[in-house]
């Protein structure tokens, strides 16, 4: 009996949290900034969000789900049509300070997923970082518009059922520090990106690149070394 009456709190506290995180994004993700829209939000998301800090900047048209398990540091930048999506099991998606995320960013973890964009870090307008294994992204890295790093991939082996019937991986993805990924490049699960490498523009990343490389191509290969 005590155990399903924490169960039943439990719900009543998960369903209020909603209540209030739909309450404050809906009143305030239509205010342009130019009115003071951004300053309302970082000051009145700090009742939702799990961490943020009043110099982040948050544009209008930005959408924030899961809230409570949302980290955003001091001077963090959203753009309009960037999406959060962090809802689920035990999930954190921490955006480090100076971090920026562009126009139409989508990030979604699913269930145990962990999403962290270290400092001063840049992602372009319409890349896409998706569960439900770990995404680390080093500080100082850019990455360009148009990138997908997927820390997930459908199981196959079995050829009688189908790749929606089999599960997905998540190993995870790993960019250290000071890392350029170019224009449209993939990056898929189970990869380490080395530090201070550089990868150009529609690669797809398969295995791990080594630090200090500059890796080009499909699947994406070591061309030479850094100061080479």
């Not at 009043?54 to 309009?80: A, D, M, P, W």
């Not at 929606?164 to 189970?190: A, F, K, M, P, Y």
């Amino acid at each position: 009996m005590p155990n399903l009456i924490m169960i039943y709190f439990g719900q009543l506290l998960l369903k209020s949290q909603r209540l209030k995180e739909t309450f404050i994004t809906t009143c305030l993700e239509g205010v342009p900034s130019l009115f003071l829209g951004s300053q309302l939000r970082s000051w009145l998301y700090q009742l939702i969000l799990n961490k943020v800090s009043r110099s982040t900047y948050i544009q209008e048209g930005v959408e924030l789900l899961g809230c409570h398990s949302i980290s955003l540091g001091n001077s963090v930048s959203l753009f309009k049509g960037v999406r959060v999506d962090a809802r689920g099991l035990g999930n954190a998606v921490v955006l480090d300070d100076n971090t920026s995320l562009q126009r139409g960013v989508d990030i979604r973890a699913l269930n145990q997923t962990r999403i962290h964009v270290g400092n001063y870090s840049f992602i372009g307008p319409y890349t896409c970082l998706a569960g439900p294994g770990d995404i680390e992204i080093g500080n100082h890295c850019s990455i360009a518009s148009h990138c997908g790093i997927f820390a997930n991939d459908h199981k196959f082996d079995d050829p009688t059922r189908g790749p929606n019937d089999q599960g997905l991986t998540r190993q995870g993805i790993v960019i250290e520090q000071e890392c350029w990924i170019g224009h449209g490049v993939s990056i898929l699960d189970g990869v380490r990106v080395g530090k201070g490498s550089v990868v150009g523009a529609g690669s797809v990343i398969l295995r791990d690149i080594p630090p200090m490389s500059v890796a080009v191509g499909i699947p994406a290969r070591v061309i030479k070394k850094r100061g080479n």
